[in-house]
């Protein structure tokens, strides 16, 4: 039998070879490049483009630097993945307002659904679900809910504050987020929280301080745009480990709020609360479509924790203000005693005698914002602004710290001055829906269809509370009892991560009369007896 001969391996093979392997490095060195339709941005690093500039915390801070480099809207490439930062309020309204239907998905977070489990309001896409879930916060913290049901729980709670204010004030930090936390907790769940220590005064912070470290951007390696990063061991992982603990406490925490309620239920007692109105009607009903009993669980936190640990966050910074600037206090007793005097405390209903409150309250929210960097949106498709592409699956931010903190935008940024917003008369709701972009006040909420569902509560908590505390105290920076001399407080310690707030200080409350500490007194015993209630 005959052996065929060997093949002869053709001489052009080897040059095959090379232009084979010339092709995958060139494609490989595309990977990251920028689109030169793309707005500008910091030069880009083959394969991994912008990453290893980003730092791993204080992004917004960087975004800035970058504005100023490369202008008001800048890209950047984190792998093959596009990142635009919108650091101009005429491209926010015109894309993510205007273009809301296509500008109001969210990038993919595999650490988000590591920590959710897919089932949070904050990170899912725009669809029918989360069209449902947020229909039911929008409603149940419309005005007219608020304004007709839900005030009393926030005049009620707000005489607790101001109370444990006079006996306790060196307390305040904790005593301010027990505040938020049980003005939304007793709306929610029907239960209210009787100090800071108990399950429902701090069940929402522990929640959010691993949630606002786990999440922040930069703070985590860029497993969604290099995906061989998810099959790294947990183990050898620390992103990994610590967004699976803050499910574990997200999880725990909101498990055992729902089985309070459940265990309360079974005894046959209902409560004038969210959570019982949709239980009933489940009920009824019948359990809505694709709502699982995980997703209603987090639906109810979710409630919280944006009704509770950022309207904290924003109060003590505003307290932190009126020590730093006791001239605002000044100026804003003025307008308060002209209108209450000393027998009432004020009153929503006071709001529009009361103007230098509401730029109070804004000037808080452009000076240090809660959500730095806000949550980033997703464009659908391609798109184009002003001769700039817009690749699809884009990633967008607006930069809150870094607007709040242009001098183009807000002249002497840095400072408190609430005099800036004499001519904003009304809530943020009706400047962030307005088609007049130059006149927004600020972007604290965020923008479009993902502006905060929670925006109406939170504007009367801090409203509310700002007007009481600066009708019955007076702020100062601490003395120190040994040497006499005055701590200066420092406006700049906050801790990292996506969500910021002071890190605990020092301040000194005073009760501005006698007449002030009666009249708390008197509407703190009126008071209590409607909270009861929620016990």
């Not at 920028?34 to 980003?54: E, F």
């Not at 504005?67 to 926010?92: E, H």
């Not at 359990?287 to 995980?294: E, F, K």
């Not at 997703?295 to 910074?317: C, I, K, P, W």
């Amino acid at each position: 039998m005959k052996v065929p001969p060997i093949m002869a391996i053709s001489p052009l093979a080897p040059t095959v070879i090379v232009l084979a392997f010339s092709a995958l490095i060139y494609r490989l060195l595309q990977v990251a490049k920028r689109d030169p339709r793309m707005p500008k941005g910091p030069p880009t690093l083959p394969i991994i483009g912008n990453v290893h500039q980003i730092p791993s915390s204080g992004l917004y801070k960087q975004f800035r630097e970058w504005a100023k480099q490369y202008g008001s809207i800048f890209s950047l490439k984190v792998g093959p993945s596009n990142v635009i930062v919108l650091c101009d309020r005429k491209a926010i309204h015109k894309l993510l307002v205007e273009k809301g239907n296509i500008y109001s998905d969210r990038p993919p977070s595999y650490v988000g659904r590591l920590l959710t489990k897919g089932d949070h309001l904050a990170l899912e896409q725009m669809d029918a679900t989360w069209r449902d879930k947020r229909k039911v916060v929008s409603h149940n913290f419309s005005p007219k809910q608020l304004d007709e049901k839900h005030w009393r729980v926030q005049e009620a709670e707000a005489t607790v504050l101001m109370t444990n204010l006079l006996d306790h004030p060196e307390n305040f930090f904790e005593d301010v987020k027990r505040y938020t936390a049980s003005v939304v907790t007793s709306i929610t769940y029907g239960f209210r929280a009787p100090t800071y220590n108990s399950f429902w005064g701090r069940g929402v912070y522990d929640v959010m301080a691993k949630w606002t470290e786990a999440m922040e951007p930069g703070a985590n390696p860029p497993v969604d745009d290099f995906p061989l990063l998810k099959y790294v061991p947990a183990s050898l992982a620390f992103w990994k480990r610590r967004a699976m603990d803050a499910g574990a406490t997200m999880d725990g925490t909101w498990g055992k709020a729902r089985r309070l309620v459940d265990e309360r239920r079974a005894t046959g007692e209902r409560r004038n609360c969210i959570i019982d109105t949709l239980l009933d009607d489940y009920e009824k009903n019948g359990w809505p479509q694709g709502l699982t009993q995980h997703a209603f669980q987090n639906l109810m936190g979710e409630v919280v924790e944006g009704g509770a640990d950022t309207t904290s966050a924003q109060l003590l910074t505003l307290i932190l203000a009126f020590a730093l600037y006791p001239r605002v206090q000044e100026m804003a007793r003025k307008e308060i005693d002209a209108v209450c005097g000393t027998e009432r405390s004020p009153l929503w209903t006071d709001f529009s005698k009361l103007p230098y409150m509401n730029c109070i309250i804004k000037e808080g929210m452009r000076w240090r914002p809660v959500a730095v960097t806000a949550l980033p949106h997703r464009v659908r498709q391609d798109d184009e602004y002003e001769g700039m592409l817009i690749p699809k699956n884009s990633t967008i931010f607006i930069p809150t710290w870094a607007i709040h903190h242009s001098d183009s935008i807000y002249a002497d940024s840095e400072e408190f001055n609430p005099d800036r917003y004499r001519n904003h008369v009304k809530l943020a709701n009706d400047y962030a829906g307005s088609p007049d972009w130059e006149n927004r006040d600020h972007y604290n909420y965020g923008a479009g269809r993902r502006i905060c569902p929670g925006i109406h509560l939170a504007e009367r908590n801090m409203w509310r509370i700002a007007s009481k505390l600066l009708w019955a105290f007076e702020f100062s920076e601490p003395v120190d009892p040994v040497t006499g001399k005055v701590m200066h407080l420092d406006p700049e310690a906050y801790n990292p991560g996506i969500l910021q707030a002071p890190l605990p200080f020092k301040v000194g409350i005073k009760v501005r009369s006698e007449k002030h500490r009666e009249t708390i007194r008197r509407e703190h015993r009126e008071a209590l007896a409607f909270m009861k209630q929620y016990d």
